[in-house]
């Protein structure tokens, strides 16, 4: 496998999120008959936070904060042969939480060194840990009302670790499903976001497998899309632990989320609306911008529901249909460049057959 291609596919992703982040940040808690009358078009500045243009948030600093963790993770000791018994423990979960903190307390992983935005429940989440000596996979909230989007928006990393490290070992479905749900936990441990999570993340996985099909052997969007829920609506259905929760997702799991109105599309914080938005908006749109575009315009949580689709249409659109001068304007572009640089490295040494 070609190093340029993993880096080009984790520049996407990765950029992806970043760029419409920074794209909803200034409509931020705009209203949906705002955003109607004064349609966003193009990247701008100012608006809900007064910042510049390009200037990212939160959740785009958790998922660089993700990733710099899951590149330490690379130093696992992986010489116990092709089978992983335990995958979820290759994950340095305290080094994230550690990386989270200095996020959140120092400014580490921002576009100019502070925190202009957080959630309540990553707080508490990051606080549990730092003050309270809690584990960091014990130290998300999990209360009914702990089920925002927080740690949705930062959990695309880790579809990029199983996947490509399943290229090259193999570990069971249960192990790598319990890796994503202990990474959303270090802040969000109801089981519906994790439940959440385990869905995005597999359909991320799905589009990373489609981009190394052969081209006449590639899926529609959809086609990809609706495969992941129903590899993802297989491994809950009939899960005891997460019976409960999965009514709250029968709208996802009949894949027929892309037919509703607009109007019944929820774009405000809760984790079920962010991810039901997002494939809203991943399905009816034809080209990277205008998703990203359509998600900010769905108002309310714009940067969050942005973010979360922006990985996704990233990936299945690639890093080229990014518009070059919405990446221009992308505060520290050269850093967010080293830390997938610093990822994609790592991880080509692990994954790469010679070694
Ligand atoms: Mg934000």
């Given at each position: 496998?070609?190093r340029?291609?993993?880096?080009?596919?984790?520049?996407?992703?990765?950029?992806g999120?970043?760029?419409?982040?920074?794209?909803?940040?200034?409509?931020?808690?705009?209203?949906r008959?705002?955003?109607?009358?004064?349609?966003?078009?193009?990247?701008?500045?100012?608006g809900?936070?007064?910042?510049?243009?390009?200037?990212?948030?939160?959740?785009?600093?958790?998922?660089?904060a993700?990733l710099?963790?899951?590149?330490?993770?690379?130093?696992?000791?992986?010489?116990?042969?092709?089978?992983?018994?335990?995958?979820?423990?290759?994950?340095?979960?305290?080094?994230?939480?550690?990386?989270?903190?200095?996020w959140?307390?120092?400014?580490?992983?921002?576009?100019?060194?502070?925190?202009?935005?957080?959630?309540?429940?990553?707080?508490?989440?990051?606080?549990?840990?730092?003050?309270?000596?809690?584990?960091?996979?014990?130290?998300?909230?999990?209360?009914?009302?702990?089920?925002?989007?927080?740690?949705?928006?930062?959990?695309?990393?880790?579809?990029?670790?199983?996947?490509?490290?399943?290229?090259?070992?193999?570990f069971?479905?249960?192990?790598?499903?319990?890796?994503?749900?202990?990474?959303?936990?270090?802040?969000?441990?109801?089981?519906?976001?994790?439940?959440?999570?385990?869905?995005?993340?597999?359909?991320?996985?799905?589009?990373?497998?489609?981009?190394?099909?052969?081209?006449?052997?590639?899926?529609?969007?959809?086609?990809?899309?609706?495969?992941?829920?129903?590899?993802?609506?297989?491994?809950?259905f009939?899960?005891?632990?997460?019976?409960?929760?999965?009514s709250?997702?029968?709208?996802?799991?009949?894949?027929?989320?892309?037919?509703?109105?607009?109007?019944?599309?929820?774009?405000?914080?809760?984790?079920?609306?962010?991810?039901?938005?997002?494939?809203?908006?991943?399905?009816?749109?034809?080209?990277?911008?205008?998703?990203?575009?359509a998600?900010?315009?769905?108002?309310?949580?714009?940067?969050?529901?942005?973010?979360?689709?922006?990985?996704?249409a990233?990936i299945?659109?690639?890093?080229?249909?990014?518009?070059?001068?919405?990446?221009e304007?992308?505060?520290?572009?050269?850093?967010?460049?080293?830390?997938i640089?610093?990822?994609?490295?790592?991880?080509?040494?692990?994954?790469?057959?010679?070694?």
């Amino acid at each position: 496998m070609e190093r340029d291609k993993i880096n080009n596919l984790i520049k996407s992703g990765i950029f992806g999120l970043v760029v419409a982040d920074a794209l909803g940040v200034p409509y931020e808690f705009k209203s949906r008959e705002y955003c109607e009358a004064n349609p966003m078009t193009d990247m701008i500045g100012y608006g809900s936070y007064n910042q510049e243009p390009g200037t990212w948030s939160d959740d785009s600093s958790m998922a660089l904060a993700t990733l710099d963790g899951l590149t330490n993770s690379f130093e696992f000791d992986f010489d116990e042969g092709v089978y992983i018994s335990n995958f979820s423990q290759i994950i340095n979960y305290e080094d994230i939480m550690e990386k989270f903190a200095s996020w959140l307390f120092e400014g580490e992983y921002t576009p100019y060194g502070e925190v202009f935005d957080h959630g309540a429940t990553t707080f508490k989440g990051i606080a549990n840990y730092k003050f309270e000596n809690c584990e960091p996979i014990l130290s998300g909230a999990k209360g009914e009302r702990d089920n925002g989007n927080g740690s949705l928006m930062r959990i695309l990393p880790i579809a990029y670790f199983i996947f490509f490290l399943s290229l090259k070992y193999s570990f069971s479905k249960y192990d790598m499903m319990e890796a994503i749900h202990n990474l959303s936990s270090l802040t969000h441990r109801h089981k519906r976001s994790q439940m959440a999570c385990g869905i995005y993340v597999i359909i991320g996985i799905e589009l990373l497998r489609n981009c190394f099909e052969e081209n006449d052997e590639k899926l529609s969007l959809e086609e990809v899309v609706n495969n992941g829920i129903s590899l993802a609506k297989e491994y809950y259905f009939d899960n005891e632990y997460f019976k409960h929760q999965f009514s709250h997702f029968d709208r996802v799991f009949s894949l027929k989320i892309q037919d509703l109105p607009r109007d019944e599309i929820q774009s405000g914080g809760y984790v079920i609306s962010t991810l039901e938005a997002s494939i809203w908006c991943l399905l009816n749109n034809d080209s990277y911008k205008e998703t990203a575009l359509a998600a900010v315009n769905l108002g309310k949580d714009t940067d969050t529901t942005a973010c979360v689709v922006g990985g996704l249409a990233g990936i299945y659109y690639g890093y080229e249909n990014i518009p070059t001068h919405w990446l221009e304007q992308i505060a520290k572009y050269d850093y967010i460049n080293e830390l997938i640089e610093n990822f994609s490295n790592s991880l080509f040494e692990i994954i790469d057959e010679n070694n």
